[in-house]
């Protein structure tokens, strides 16, 4: 069964360094986006991605991070600056056109700011 | 007022318990109710959906929405400790065009063999 994939899966930075997380949606979805969890908390919504552009984005979703397509497969999440605040659980999702409502997730990437 | 709550537990049964999870949400205009399970450290998996109000059975698993309460429901029969996760229910926003998920805060569930 396709499944969407996520690398690496824990990420140990220095807060100040450039992090870039990366997935692989499933391979005929055309919806993309990334969501967090903090330790405890909730998950929330990032930044939703279609047609190789961004069509959403939270508040949390500063001038630090951007999204990018690189290629036909890879959907990769970057935050510029690290804070010791974006410590969390990052998850990509994705969906096909259609099938509004079911975004199926990846195993997530830790990532850790010393 | 939040948007959607969730009673976080942690809930504790014997297997072959029936349990209750549940969720309740603040917009009327909400339409599709999801719920997920998410295992120890893993990501979201997308256990069903229901549209508006009524019952959607798969297998052990029914879930229930009472739109007029604003109250959603998932239950689990015959229990087993293979279920022991924490259970999410998430509502996509019909707003815009890209139904982001907002999640509950999910529950925190153990079925003991």
């Known amino acids: 069964e396709p499944e969407v994939t996520q690398t690496p899966s824990h990420q140990v930075t220095q807060m100040g360094q450039e992090v870039i997380l990366r997935c692989v949606p499933i391979?005929?979805?055309?919806?993309f986006y990334w969501y967090r969890q903090i330790l405890g908390q909730k998950v929330e919504f990032l930044v939703s991605f279609y047609n190789n552009e961004i069509s959403e984005k939270s508040e949390i979703f500063d001038d630090q991070f951007s999204v990018e397509r690189p290629d036909g497969s890879n959907f990769t999440l970057k935050i510029r600056s690290t804070k010791l605040e974006d410590s969390a659980m990052y998850f990509c999702?994705?969906?096909?056109?259609?099938?509004?409502?079911?975004?199926?997730f990846g195993p997530g990437t830790r990532l850790t700011v010393t | 007022q939040k948007e959607v709550e969730q009673d976080p537990g942690p809930l504790s049964v014997p297997e072959g318990a029936i349990v209750s999870l549940n969720c309740t949400y603040s917009?009327?205009?909400?339409?599709?109710f999801m719920w997920y399970r998410q295992y120890s450290r893993k990501g979201p998996e997308l256990l069903m959906y229901t549209y508006s109000s009524g019952n959607k059975e798969d297998g052990r698993f029914t879930a229930q929405v009472d739109k007029s309460s604003k109250y959603i429901s998932l239950f689990i029969r015959d229990s087993q400790p293979s279920d022991s996760a924490t259970y999410l229910c998430a509502i996509p926003d019909s707003g815009g065009s890209n139904y982001k998920l907002t999640f509950g805060k999910g529950t925190l569930l153990t079925v003991n063999p």
């Open positions: 917009n009327s205009a909400f339409q599709y």
């Open positions: 999702a994705s969906r096909k056109q259609g099938a509004t409502y079911e975004q199926y």
């Open positions: 391979s005929n979805h055309l919806y």
